[in-house]
């Protein structure tokens, strides 16, 4: 047996088979060739694969995620049929007597390159497409077939690190846990693994390929992974499991049951979410409402910016699952960690104090309106409230209501029916925003506190940073007296205030927050029942 250390992100533990996640990242060499026809022949096999991984893809996603979803695939099969880009092939295998891999290769950078020096944002975004159809056809020249972890038996998936664009898109019913060997446990990628409910570790720092297929048991708890558990590893992992599974049916029997302490005092309990496909999570664990959506998933799950159209869809369809429970969309927060190709976001020496969130949506303007557009249209739907993220100063608010009625005066003009009033409210994730929450609080209805970022910058540690993490202290009394300092200064303008970072799901802070007076606590759907649990305990008369 081989245990190894890393860091826990997720608690629970599970035993299944280990699954390296492997990007086309291999070095294409240029060969010289002597039979340019079989070469030829060679690229025509690879393309009629590449064309049946497509129809597949698309007849899958068709049913799982609807059509909008789905046409990216139909776009990649006509790519993957286009003329000019096949003939630039054909052309370089025989002109200068190439391998195809190498052939696709320079076809690909050429296109590529074309379309992303184009203005209209459609045809740069076909940049990405290029780019994914010729890593596919050099897979199957290779001789590799699409291995998913979509039609695989459920594994425990082990990578050097991986995005968000890349984690939101793995299929959750087939990971038994997330594996990393970089990465830091406050990372995006990290919360997504507590939002999905799945046991997650990393920091591992290296394990061998070779592994793969091998048994293991992980601990998200401690962070434990035995490799090749031993009998005696087993029996302790099921006592464990077998206790964690107590748990859970107790968990369960508080559903339907309120968020009261036992002196009587009651607060919101609302689930964070990724996107759609979290919605039944957050119901299943009883959530009051949503009180963070991260709509830049739209973004990430996608190869183009979404248009209006497809947002609308997407908040639409959150209002209708909640029924008339609150739904609380926060405008994209990309940047950071959370890099989109298609956004072509500057090189920056620090991106988590630079171009981001609300700085992008100030400085593209009628990119913010055709979100805010497709939040007012889908209003009507639910009871929706805005959120805004990373704000420092009043006058980024103003600029906000500038551009939100602008919006509504498009739709006005258009005839588009919208909901016109409509609760909004800020992040208060920044120290600047928490020491003037005074001044803020009067121009919005609600505050959320993010406790991951106001963390980070109070603290001033980057918490993506692995080395830095001995450092981060989540429970630090500078940011605990930030957050109390922003509760008081909005119940004096009348306005509530919630906690929707992760701090929101530590129960060893949850009566501390309750004392304080916060309104709302916005946690991972798995958590919503554990903390319940925590709040019903408590008696704030002691």
Same mark, same amino acid.
């Given at each position: #047996? ?11 533990? !599970? ?16 060969? !010289? +060739?002597?039979?340019?026809?079989? %070469? ?20 899958? @996603?068709?049913? %799982? ?12 099969? #006509?790519?993957?049929? $286009? ?12 002109? /200068?007597?190439?391998? @195809? ?7 690909? $950078? ?18 990405? $497409?290029?780019?994914? +159809? ?54 995006? !990628? ?5 939002? #999905? ?11 061998? &390929?070779? #592994? ?31 206790? %964690? ?10 559903? =339907? ?6 002196? =009587? ?63 609380? +969309?926060?405008?994209?927060? +990309? ?21 981001? @969130? ?35 100063? &009043? ?7 500038? /551009?939100? %009625? ?53 603290? @001033?540690? $980057? ?21 109390? /300092? ?7 303008? =009348? ?8 701090? =929101?799901?530590?129960?060893?802070? !949850? ?32």
């Amino acid at each position: #047996m081989n245990k190894i250390q890393g860091k826990g992100v997720c608690g629970a533990v !599970t035993m299944g088979k280990l699954y390296f996640y492997k990007k086309d990242n291999d070095t294409i060499s240029r060969k !010289t +060739i002597t039979d340019p026809e079989a %070469e030829q022949q060679r690229f025509d096999r690879a393309r009629q694969q590449a064309a049946q991984e497509l129809d597949a893809l698309h007849e899958k @996603a068709l049913r %799982e995620v609807g059509e909008i979803h789905a046409q990216i695939f139909e776009i990649h099969r #006509m790519m993957l049929e $286009d003329e000019h880009y096949c003939s630039s092939v054909s052309h370089i295998i025989h002109t /200068q007597r190439v391998n @195809a891999e190498y052939a696709v290769l320079r076809t690909s $950078d050429s296109f590529s390159q074309m379309f992303s020096t184009m203005t209209d944002e459609y045809m740069q975004a076909r940049a990405a $497409d290029v780019v994914d +159809i010729s890593n596919r056809l050099i897979r199957c020249l290779n001789g590799g077939n699409e291995e998913s972890l979509l039609t695989r038996e459920p594994v425990i998936l082990v990578a050097e690190d991986l995005t968000p664009s890349e984690t939101v898109q793995l299929d959750k019913e087939k990971i038994l846990a997330f594996l990393t060997l970089r990465g830091s446990e406050n990372s995006h !990628t990290a919360i997504l693994a507590r939002t #999905m409910a799945i046991p997650a570790v990393v920091g591992l720092g290296q394990l061998d &390929p070779a #592994m793969e297929g091998k048994t293991a048991i992980v601990d998200g708890f401690t962070g434990t992974v035995c490799i090749d558990p031993d009998a005696e590893a087993i029996a302790a992992y099921t006592r464990k499991k077998q206790q %964690e599974e107590a748990k859970h049916r107790l968990w369960q029997s508080l559903r =339907g049951k309120s968020n009261t302490t036992r002196d =009587g005092r009651s607060i919101r309990l609302y689930a964070n979410i990724g996107g759609l496909d979290d919605i039944s999570a957050a119901l299943q664990n009883d959530a009051g409402g949503i009180g963070l959506f991260r709509s830049e998933f739209l973004y990430l799950q996608n190869d183009h910016m979404p248009t209006e159209e497809e947002q609308f869809r997407a908040y639409r369809e959150a209002a209708e699952k909640l029924a008339g429970k609150p739904v609380i +969309i926060r405008t994209m927060d +990309i940047g950071a960690d959370k890099q989109i190709d298609y956004f072509h976001l500057p090189k920056e020496e620090n991106p988590a104090l630079g171009y981001r @969130a609300i700085r992008i949506c100030l400085s593209e303007p009628e990119l913010f309106r055709t979100q805010l557009r497709a939040l007012y249209r889908a209003g009507v739907y639910g009871d929706l409230s805005i959120m805004f993220p990373m704000i420092t100063s &009043p006058e980024e608010i103003r600029h906000i209501q500038k /551009q939100a %009625e602008l919006a509504r005066q498009e739709l006005q003009q258009q005839e588009i029916p919208f909901r016109e009033h409509m609760e909004t409210g800020i992040m208060i994730e920044t120290p600047a925003a928490a020491v003037i929450s005074d001044i803020l609080a009067p121009m919005v209805d609600f505050f959320s506190i993010g406790t991951n970022d106001l963390t980070q910058y109070a603290l @001033a540690i $980057d918490r993506q940073n692995p080395s830095l993490e001995a450092f981060y202290q989540p429970h630090h009394e500078a940011v605990l007296r930030l957050i109390h /300092q922003v509760i008081r200064n909005a119940h004096k303008a =009348g306005i509530w205030a919630g906690i929707c970072g992760e701090l =929101g799901a530590d129960p060893a802070l !949850t009566e501390r927050f309750l004392r304080m007076g916060v309104d709302e606590l916005s946690v991972s759907p798995a958590q919503i029942l554990p903390i319940r649990e925590k709040i019903r305990s408590m008696d704030l008369r002691q």
